[in-house]
């Protein structure tokens, strides 16, 4: 259960506008596919679910590539991180829904995501940086659950400064459905004319939701953006065709003004809705970087190899092992 809840009766509303963009009745987005997330390996050996596996880059657009990380409950000395590893070309977002990771990066960032909290690092022109649960969870295990997405840069972004936001979980904007069956946590962007406190480089949105069993949430979801939503846990009904979904699927949703999510299990329906505007360049990705063409990965390697995109810090951190029991 996410560790950010909140009572939605007192919470500000997410009221649907009245009329879609066209000025007639708001169209709820119809259902264009929905996948299901191969389960994989990340890092040092932390199970993750590839949530966008399978969907063209034209669908995903901001959007390249996403693992949902747990939910696990470690034994003690199970969990694991990454090493210290280089990113250029665009943004990784690490959302914490359970549990802690200690971060580290080249340019000075650092500090402790947990329990609803989101690193946003903007990887631009280069950075080095490191990710790994800290040594107290290594020792007692624990529930740890949460998503690393990332976030593709135009192509006039992606040599920026590397930058770096730390969003605390109070910084989140938390908002109801109009009868309070769902609680929507606002990361980044603006729903129904709420904002959340994430800064993008381009017009995006990221927020989970949570809705409760048998309630139905009707997101306004602005035209220009593509629409996603993937299930972090439970089960549920999505557009207004009601397709089933389950915990590891990503829903693509076509045009239209809403999405609409309905809880049909007997357990709370956790999802992740994503949505921006296209930036509509060439996508090449090759390991930590994301560039526009196959000549700039290659410029990144070589540059990684000279040390130009950081070098990992005098008292950088490692990841703990520790002495197995
Ligand atoms: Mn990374």
């Given at each position: 259960m996410?560790?950010v809840?909140?009572d939605?009766?007192?919470?500000?509303?997410?009221e649907?506008?009245?009329?879609?963009?066209?000025?007639?009745?708001?169209?709820?987005?119809?259902?264009?596919?929905?996948?299901?997330?191969?389960?994989?390996?990340?890092?040092?050996?932390?199970?993750?679910?590839?949530?966008?596996a399978?969907?063209?880059?034209?669908?995903?657009?901001?959007?390249?590539?996403m693992?949902?990380?747990?939910?696990?409950?470690?034994?003690?000395?199970?969990?694991?991180?990454?090493?210290?590893?280089?990113?250029?070309?665009?943004?990784?977002v690490?959302?914490?829904?359970?549990?802690?990771?200690?971060?580290?990066?080249?340019?000075?960032?650092?500090?402790?995501?947990?329990?609803?909290a989101?690193?946003w690092?903007?990887?631009g022109r280069?950075?080095?940086?490191?990710?790994t649960?800290?040594?107290?969870?290594?020792?007692?295990?624990?529930?740890?659950?949460?998503v690393?997405?990332?976030?593709?840069?135009?192509s006039?972004s992606?040599?920026v400064?590397?930058?770096?936001?730390?969003?605390d979980?109070?910084?989140?904007?938390?908002?109801?459905?109009?009868?309070?069956g769902?609680?929507?946590?606002l990361?980044?962007?603006?729903?129904?004319?709420?904002?959340?406190?994430?800064?993008?480089?381009?017009?995006i949105?990221v927020?989970?939701?949570?809705?409760?069993?048998?309630?139905?949430?009707?997101?306004?979801?602005?035209?220009?953006f593509?629409?996603?939503?993937?299930?972090?846990?439970?089960?549920?009904?999505?557009?207004?065709e009601?397709?089933?979904?389950?915990?590891?699927?990503?829903?693509?949703?076509?045009?239209?003004?809403?999405v609409?999510?309905?809880?049909?299990?007997?357990?709370s329906?956790?999802?992740?809705?994503?949505?921006?505007q296209?930036?509509?360049e060439?996508?090449?990705?090759y390991g930590?970087?994301?560039?526009?063409?196959?000549?700039e990965?290659?410029?990144?390697?070589?540059d990684f190899?000279r040390?130009?995109l950081g070098t990992?810090?005098?008292d950088?951190?490692?990841?703990f092992?520790?002495?197995?029991?």
């Amino acid at each position: 259960m996410p560790a950010v809840t909140a009572d939605t009766l007192t919470l500000p509303r997410l009221e649907v506008p009245l009329a879609g963009a066209d000025s007639s009745a708001p169209r709820s987005r119809p259902v264009r596919s929905i996948t299901t997330a191969p389960d994989g390996y990340e890092g040092e050996g932390f199970p993750v679910r590839r949530a966008f596996a399978g969907v063209p880059l034209a669908d995903l657009d901001p959007f390249v590539h996403m693992d949902q990380m747990g939910e696990v409950d470690y034994a003690p000395y199970e969990p694991r991180g990454t090493d210290w590893h280089p990113h250029r070309g665009f943004e990784t977002v690490t959302y914490i829904i359970d549990g802690t990771f200690v971060h580290q990066d080249s340019h000075g960032g650092g500090g402790t995501i947990s329990d609803g909290a989101t690193q946003w690092m903007t990887a631009g022109r280069g950075i080095l940086h490191i990710e790994t649960p800290p040594e107290e969870l290594v020792v007692s295990g624990g529930l740890f659950h949460g998503v690393q997405l990332w976030v593709n840069l135009p192509s006039r972004s992606k040599m920026v400064e590397p930058r770096y936001q730390n969003l605390d979980a109070d910084l989140v904007t938390l908002v109801a459905s109009p009868d309070g069956g769902a609680l929507v946590r606002l990361i980044a962007g603006d729903l129904g004319g709420h904002r959340g406190p994430g800064s993008t480089h381009t017009p995006i949105v990221v927020a989970h939701a949570t809705v409760a069993p048998g309630a139905q949430l009707v997101v306004p979801w602005d035209p220009t953006f593509n629409a996603l939503a993937y299930v972090l846990a439970g089960s549920g009904a999505v557009g207004d065709e009601r397709h089933p979904v389950r915990t590891g699927q990503l829903v693509v949703f076509g045009d239209g003004d809403t999405v609409v999510l309905t809880a049909t299990g007997a357990d709370s329906l956790d999802v992740l809705l994503l949505g921006g505007q296209p930036i509509r360049e060439p996508v090449v990705q090759y390991g930590p970087f994301v560039m526009n063409t196959k000549a700039e990965v290659q410029q990144a390697f070589e540059d990684f190899q000279r040390g130009v995109l950081g070098t990992v810090p005098a008292d950088g951190i490692r990841p703990f092992r520790g002495r197995r029991s």
